[in-house]
């Protein structure tokens, strides 16, 4: 997932990717961090893109990007992770986690995870992360984007049918019922307002996720 996005967005225009991010697979771990000094090691993602590997969590990821790398991104892209991240999953989602570590540095952060199915296509998550830069470059440029919620991009991997648009949703963290679930791109349900509903009638949902984690 991280190769397949790094490909394409240093495929655009103007564009110079930095790959930091965990050493070992880190889902589940939300926001946790690491105390005190991180091991790092020079790596490549599956392509052979070169990249910075860290024995922490995706938080850490981002710590070292900033503070150790010194690096002063216009965005910040975690992902592309494998499954889902929606509803109350995004309390427990690292990718989601890393994306708000990197707006309390000040820096707008869109998380992007692609959805469960026989085979993950991280080629369509990372062609409408890629329509995203484009369409908010100028504002990234200017540092326009806010940093008071980061988004939350999910994009079904469609066994039958293609995905069906892209929708602006809510998130209700309070529930993770379906949450889990292969989306159906044969649907031909509409007007879903919840990230949950919209992506399994099969959407690709984009939502706005608070940068501290809700409440227990």
Same mark, same amino acid.
């Given at each position: ?27 589940? #771990? ?10 790092? #090691? ?49 309390? !427990? ?13 000040? !820096? ?54 293609? !995905?069906?648009?892209? !929708? ?28 949950? #509903? ?19």
């Amino acid at each position: 997932g991280i190769d397949v996005l790094v490909t394409t967005l240093a495929a655009l225009d103007g564009v110079e990717v930095t790959v930091v991010a965990p050493a070992q697979q880190q889902s589940g #771990t939300g926001g946790q961090s690491t105390e005190g000094p991180l091991d790092t #090691t020079s790596a490549a993602t599956a392509g052979g893109h070169e990249a910075t590997a860290v024995t922490g969590f995706p938080t850490d990821a981002v710590r070292v990007a900033f503070d150790d790398l010194g690096l002063e991104p216009h965005v910040v892209v975690a992902g592309i992770n494998e499954g889902q991240n929606l509803g109350g999953i995004v309390e !427990v989602s690292g990718t989601v986690g890393a994306a708000r570590a990197a707006a309390r540095q000040g !820096v707008p952060a869109l998380a992007i995870s692609q959805g469960v199915a026989d085979a993950f296509d991280y080629e369509v998550a990372a062609e409408l992360a890629a329509d995203w830069v484009e369409e908010h470059r100028e504002a990234l440029l200017a540092g326009e984007l806010p940093v008071d919620t980061v988004l939350n991009l999910n994009v079904p991997s469609c066994d039958t049918g293609e !995905v069906r648009g892209v !929708v602006e949703v809510t998130t209700d963290a309070t529930t993770t019922e379906g949450a889990v679930e292969p989306a159906d791109c044969t649907s031909a349900g509409d007007g879903f307002t919840d990230d949950i #509903t919209a992506f399994l009638n099969g959407f690709a949902t984009l939502a706005e996720v608070t940068v501290e984690p809700a409440a227990a």
